[in-house]
């Protein structure tokens, strides 16, 4: 049964353009960069900008990785200053250099250097651009890339026969909802200081859990030294990330109680007339 399920599977998944399939991961991406953001109640305007800029440098920073790593098919092509061939009623696009470079579509893309480009960008942008409180963004970020990444693995592994990478995919897209469903459930049946102490609890242990599981699952593969690089780099972003959520939590709960220094006026003084200085 489970065989048929993946043999139905591809055969769906591959008769969809790879476009399309590539957009439906920044789609789902957008969807919950945007959920996590207005939960702290930032600017639409400003959730998209920082999330398109944040898709297009990641697309950039995965296609540089994807050249770099599979170089040899790009130095034995030529040069043509047409971005297609036609060679009698068929057409190929962007198959020869310099256009090459820019055939994404077809996830001819590093698919983790990608979303680690988005994890690095989005964070700069979204604390030095926009001014937005790094405990604000932090688990929005790394589980807008976790939910990314888990698609991206659903969707090859079914469209290449990798039961392998399905699972895997299923297991970073069912984290971050657990996480979700554990929170409502807190947020039910506690006060709300109790509520945010267990909250950054559970975002710590999710946040470090999936840290382990992404970068498990990446380096027991047979991967490049780029992509052992970008694993690296998450790793350290996950816990660097991680231990100023956790300074920055504890400064939002913080409460300053205001003392006025006008000292208050009895009724009997009011009635009395105010002497005025020589």
């Known amino acids: 049964m489970y065989q048929a399920f993946t043999d139905n599977l591809e055969k769906v998944l591959s008769g969809v353009s790879p476009l399309v399939l590539f957009l439906l991961v920044i ?48 130095t034995s092509r030529i040069w043509y200053w047409l971005p297609y061939e036609k060679y009698g009623d068929q057409v190929y696009l962007f ?4 256009w090459r470079f820019f055939r994404v ?3 001819g893309i590093d698919i983790f250097s990608m979303f680690i480009g988005f994890l690095i960008i989005a964070s700069v942008w979204g604390t030095i651009v926009k001014k937005w409180k790094w405990s604000h963004i932090f688990t929005t ?3 807008t890339v976790q939910v990314m990444l888990g698609l991206a693995f659903l969707i090859l592994g079914g469209a290449n026969t990798r039961n392998t990478w399905m699972v895997e995919g299923v297991v970073m897209l069912l984290i971050p909802l657990i996480l979700l469903f554990l929170k409502n459930s807190t947020k039910v049946i506690n006060k709300r200081k109790k509520f945010n102490k267990v909250s950054l609890i559970l975002d710590i242990f999710f946040v470090l859990l999936s840290t382990l599981y992404i970068a498990y699952t ?45 000292r208050e006026i009895s009724p009997v003084e009011m009635n009395h007339p105010i002497k005025l200085p020589k």
């Open 95 to 98: 198959r020869l250099l310099p």
């Open 141 to 143: 970020i790394f589980f």
């Open 105 to 107: 579509w077809d996830w």
């Open 27 to 74: 789609f789902v991406g957008l969807f919950v960069f945007w959920r996590g953001c207005i939960s702290t109640r930032k600017n639409n305007s400003s959730i998209f900008d920082t999330f398109l800029i944040s898709s297009f440098a990641g697309v950039i920073v995965g296609r540089i990785s994807f050249i770099i790593n599979n170089l040899s098919s790009f």
């Open 218 to 262: 990446y380096l027991v593969m047979n991967i490049s030294y780029i992509e052992k690089g970008a694993v690296i780099l998450f790793v350290f972003w996950s816990l660097l990330g991680t231990i100023f959520y956790i300074s920055d939590s504890k400064k939002d709960n913080v409460t300053i109680e205001k003392v006025s220094s006008v």
